[in-house]
Protein backbone atom coordinates (compact mmCIF):
# COMPACT_ATOMS: atom_id res chain seq x y z
CA UNK A 1 0.00 0.00 0.00
CA UNK A 2 2.84 2.39 1.38
CA UNK A 3 3.90 2.14 -2.51
CA UNK A 4 1.11 3.71 -3.97
CA UNK A 5 1.23 6.68 -1.57
CA UNK A 6 3.85 10.24 -2.41
CA UNK A 7 7.15 10.19 -1.19
CA UNK A 8 6.16 12.56 1.46
CA UNK A 9 3.16 10.82 3.03
CA UNK A 10 4.92 7.60 2.24
CA UNK A 11 7.32 8.50 4.68
CA UNK A 12 4.95 9.29 7.72
CA UNK A 13 3.26 5.88 6.76
CA UNK A 14 6.02 3.77 7.57
CA UNK A 15 7.21 6.43 10.63
CA UNK A 16 3.62 5.19 11.66
CA UNK A 17 4.55 1.47 11.32
CA UNK A 18 6.68 2.19 14.38
CA UNK A 19 4.36 3.23 16.77
CA UNK A 20 3.10 0.12 17.69
CA UNK A 21 5.01 -3.07 17.96
CA UNK A 22 3.33 -6.13 17.14
CA UNK A 23 3.14 -8.59 20.11
CA UNK A 24 2.77 -12.37 19.21
CA UNK A 25 3.63 -14.03 22.21
CA UNK A 26 1.27 -16.68 22.93
CA UNK A 27 -0.67 -15.63 19.79
CA UNK A 28 -1.81 -18.76 17.66
CA UNK A 29 -0.01 -20.28 14.70
CA UNK A 30 -2.28 -20.62 11.73
CA UNK A 31 0.34 -21.24 9.18
CA UNK A 32 -0.71 -24.21 7.16
CA UNK A 33 -4.41 -22.72 7.62
CA UNK A 34 -4.61 -19.85 4.69
CA UNK A 35 -6.56 -22.05 2.45
CA UNK A 36 -9.46 -22.78 5.00
CA UNK A 37 -9.48 -19.13 6.48
CA UNK A 38 -9.63 -18.20 2.12
CA UNK A 39 -12.58 -20.65 1.78
CA UNK A 40 -14.27 -19.71 4.99
CA UNK A 41 -13.90 -15.90 3.78
CA UNK A 42 -15.98 -17.00 1.00
CA UNK A 43 -18.65 -18.53 1.89
CA UNK A 44 -19.51 -16.34 4.82
CA UNK A 45 -19.83 -13.40 2.23
CA UNK A 46 -21.49 -15.92 -0.17
CA UNK A 47 -23.50 -17.26 2.54
CA UNK A 48 -22.62 -20.76 1.39
CA UNK A 49 -22.94 -24.18 3.87
CA UNK A 50 -19.38 -25.88 4.68
CA UNK A 51 -18.51 -29.52 5.67
CA UNK A 52 -15.65 -29.64 8.36
CA UNK A 53 -14.00 -32.29 9.65
CA UNK A 54 -13.01 -30.76 13.59
CA UNK A 55 -10.66 -31.79 16.30
CA UNK A 56 -12.79 -31.72 19.02
CA UNK A 57 -10.53 -31.50 22.39
CA UNK A 58 -13.86 -32.63 24.47
CA UNK A 59 -13.23 -36.46 23.48
CA UNK A 60 -10.11 -36.10 21.57
CA UNK A 61 -11.30 -37.15 18.47
CA UNK A 62 -12.07 -36.05 14.77
CA UNK A 63 -15.71 -35.24 13.89
CA UNK A 64 -17.36 -34.55 10.96
CA UNK A 65 -20.31 -32.42 10.47
CA UNK A 66 -21.88 -29.46 8.12
CA UNK A 67 -21.83 -25.86 9.68
CA UNK A 68 -22.97 -22.79 8.16
CA UNK A 69 -20.26 -20.16 8.83
CA UNK A 70 -21.68 -16.47 10.10
CA UNK A 71 -18.50 -14.52 11.76
CA UNK A 72 -14.93 -14.36 12.21
CA UNK A 73 -13.92 -12.97 15.65
CA UNK A 74 -11.00 -12.37 17.29
CA UNK A 75 -9.98 -13.77 21.32
CA UNK A 76 -6.60 -13.49 23.07
CA UNK A 77 -4.78 -13.99 20.03
CA UNK A 78 -6.44 -16.62 18.27
CA UNK A 79 -9.25 -16.55 15.60
CA UNK A 80 -12.58 -17.98 16.03
CA UNK A 81 -15.51 -18.97 13.79
CA UNK A 82 -19.30 -18.31 14.88
CA UNK A 83 -20.94 -20.89 13.12
CA UNK A 84 -24.85 -22.77 13.03
CA UNK A 85 -24.16 -26.62 12.85
CA UNK A 86 -27.23 -27.08 10.45
CA UNK A 87 -27.61 -30.67 12.00
CA UNK A 88 -28.50 -29.34 15.94
CA UNK A 89 -29.42 -25.69 14.74
CA UNK A 90 -27.33 -24.97 17.32
CA UNK A 91 -24.87 -21.82 17.60
CA UNK A 92 -20.97 -22.65 18.93
CA UNK A 93 -17.65 -21.73 18.09
CA UNK A 94 -14.92 -23.52 16.35
CA UNK A 95 -11.24 -22.80 16.76
CA UNK A 96 -9.64 -22.36 13.15
CA UNK A 97 -6.47 -23.76 13.70
CA UNK A 98 -8.52 -26.94 14.71
CA UNK A 99 -10.18 -27.58 11.19
CA UNK A 100 -9.08 -30.05 9.76
CA UNK A 101 -10.80 -29.97 6.43
CA UNK A 102 -13.51 -28.01 5.16
CA UNK A 103 -15.19 -28.13 1.77
CA UNK A 104 -18.09 -25.56 0.68
CA UNK A 105 -20.83 -27.44 -0.48
CA UNK A 106 -23.82 -26.09 -3.07
CA UNK A 107 -26.23 -25.45 -0.56
CA UNK A 108 -26.66 -21.96 0.47
CA UNK A 109 -28.37 -20.56 3.86
CA UNK A 110 -30.33 -17.63 5.09
CA UNK A 111 -28.96 -16.01 8.37
CA UNK A 112 -30.30 -16.48 11.26
CA UNK A 113 -32.61 -13.67 12.52
CA UNK A 114 -32.58 -14.80 15.96
CA UNK A 115 -29.10 -14.32 16.32
CA UNK A 116 -27.13 -11.07 17.81
CA UNK A 117 -23.81 -11.95 17.60
CA UNK A 118 -22.17 -8.44 19.58
CA UNK A 119 -24.69 -9.10 22.34
CA UNK A 120 -23.80 -12.65 22.43
CA UNK A 121 -20.40 -11.67 22.62
CA UNK A 122 -20.61 -9.14 25.45
CA UNK A 123 -22.58 -11.48 27.77
CA UNK A 124 -20.07 -14.33 27.31
CA UNK A 125 -17.13 -13.82 29.45
CA UNK A 126 -15.04 -15.25 27.06
CA UNK A 127 -17.25 -16.92 23.95
CA UNK A 128 -19.32 -19.27 25.85
CA UNK A 129 -22.72 -17.73 25.73
CA UNK A 130 -25.27 -21.00 27.22
CA UNK A 131 -24.15 -21.25 30.61
CA UNK A 132 -25.26 -18.05 32.23
CA UNK A 133 -23.92 -17.07 36.04
CA UNK A 134 -24.27 -14.32 38.13
CA UNK A 135 -21.36 -13.84 39.93
CA UNK A 136 -20.17 -11.50 42.89
CA UNK A 137 -16.45 -10.65 43.37
CA UNK A 138 -14.81 -8.90 45.73
CA UNK A 139 -11.11 -7.01 44.51
CA UNK A 140 -8.54 -5.57 47.00
CA UNK A 141 -7.39 -1.98 46.82
CA UNK A 142 -4.59 -2.11 44.94
CA UNK A 143 -6.27 -4.29 42.01
CA UNK A 144 -9.65 -2.04 41.94
CA UNK A 145 -7.76 1.03 39.67
CA UNK A 146 -7.52 -2.01 37.12
CA UNK A 147 -11.03 -3.79 37.14
CA UNK A 148 -12.37 -0.14 36.84
CA UNK A 149 -11.17 0.90 34.19
CA UNK A 150 -12.51 -1.85 32.17
CA UNK A 151 -15.28 -1.59 30.00
CA UNK A 152 -17.73 -3.99 31.34
CA UNK A 153 -21.59 -5.44 30.35
CA UNK A 154 -24.46 -2.44 31.16
CA UNK A 155 -26.07 -4.58 33.24
CA UNK A 156 -23.03 -5.29 35.87
CA UNK A 157 -22.32 -2.90 38.76
CA UNK A 158 -19.35 -2.05 40.61
CA UNK A 159 -19.51 -1.00 44.53
CA UNK A 160 -16.73 1.09 46.23
CA UNK A 161 -15.96 -0.06 49.74
CA UNK A 162 -14.35 2.38 52.59
CA UNK A 163 -10.62 0.60 52.60
CA UNK A 164 -10.74 0.86 48.94
CA UNK A 165 -11.39 -2.86 47.85
CA UNK A 166 -14.63 -3.53 44.81
CA UNK A 167 -17.46 -5.34 44.56
CA UNK A 168 -18.05 -6.49 40.92
CA UNK A 169 -21.43 -7.73 40.02
CA UNK A 170 -21.32 -9.65 36.84
CA UNK A 171 -24.61 -11.45 34.56
CA UNK A 172 -22.52 -12.92 32.27
CA UNK A 173 -22.01 -16.52 30.79
CA UNK A 174 -19.09 -19.81 31.52
CA UNK A 175 -18.50 -20.77 35.06
CA UNK A 176 -15.00 -22.26 33.55
CA UNK A 177 -13.96 -19.16 32.14
CA UNK A 178 -14.85 -16.95 35.18
CA UNK A 179 -13.39 -19.50 37.78
CA UNK A 180 -10.21 -19.16 35.79
CA UNK A 181 -9.94 -15.65 35.66
CA UNK A 182 -10.55 -15.22 39.46
CA UNK A 183 -7.87 -17.48 39.94
CA UNK A 184 -5.33 -15.83 38.26
CA UNK A 185 -5.68 -12.87 40.96
CA UNK A 186 -4.86 -14.92 43.60
CA UNK A 187 -5.27 -13.59 47.23
CA UNK A 188 -6.39 -10.57 45.49
CA UNK A 189 -9.51 -11.47 44.25
CA UNK A 190 -12.72 -13.39 46.35
CA UNK A 191 -15.71 -15.04 44.99
CA UNK A 192 -19.06 -14.13 47.15
CA UNK A 193 -21.91 -15.28 45.21
CA UNK A 194 -22.59 -17.91 43.65
CA UNK A 195 -21.50 -20.02 47.39
CA UNK A 196 -21.64 -23.30 45.02
CA UNK A 197 -18.30 -21.66 42.78
CA UNK A 198 -16.55 -19.86 45.42
CA UNK A 199 -16.79 -23.79 47.11
CA UNK A 200 -14.81 -24.79 43.36
CA UNK A 201 -12.29 -21.93 43.37
CA UNK A 202 -11.63 -23.45 47.62
CA UNK A 203 -11.35 -26.74 46.35
CA UNK A 204 -8.70 -25.73 43.08
CA UNK A 205 -6.33 -23.82 45.38
CA UNK A 206 -6.66 -25.94 48.02
CA UNK A 207 -5.41 -28.66 45.02
CA UNK A 208 -2.63 -26.47 44.03
CA UNK A 209 -1.07 -25.70 47.36
CA UNK A 210 -1.14 -29.63 47.50
CA UNK A 211 0.65 -29.87 44.19
CA UNK A 212 3.53 -27.61 45.49
CA UNK A 213 3.84 -29.26 48.43
CA UNK A 214 4.40 -32.55 46.82
CA UNK A 215 6.90 -31.01 44.90
CA UNK A 216 9.68 -29.58 46.29
CA UNK A 217 11.82 -27.32 44.03
CA UNK A 218 15.92 -28.34 43.36
CA UNK A 219 16.79 -25.39 45.63
CA UNK A 220 14.49 -26.78 48.73
CA UNK A 221 16.40 -29.98 47.56
CA UNK A 222 19.73 -28.92 48.91
CA UNK A 223 18.83 -26.38 51.46
CA UNK A 224 17.72 -29.51 53.38
CA UNK A 225 21.03 -31.24 52.68
Partial sequence: M???LP???RGNFERIGTLILPNRKLTKDYAGKESIIE????AILSRRSCRVRYHSFSGNRIKSFTIDPLHFFENK???YLLVRTTDFDHIRTLAIERIEELTPT????????DVDPEKM???AF????DDPIRVKVWFS???APYIKERIWPESSTIDDQADGSIILTLNTSGRWDVKRWVLSYGAEARVLEPEDLRDQIVKELEAACGTYASHSSPRESIDHQ
Avoid at 39 to 42: A, D, E, R, Y
Avoid at 126 to 129: I, K, L, Q
Fill in 141 to 143: ASQ
Fill in 77 to 79: GGL
Fill in 7 to 9: AKV
Fill in 126 to 129: DFVW
Fill in 121 to 123: LEQ
Fill in 106 to 113: DQTYQYPT
Fill in 2 to 4: ASF
Fill in 39 to 42: KLTQ
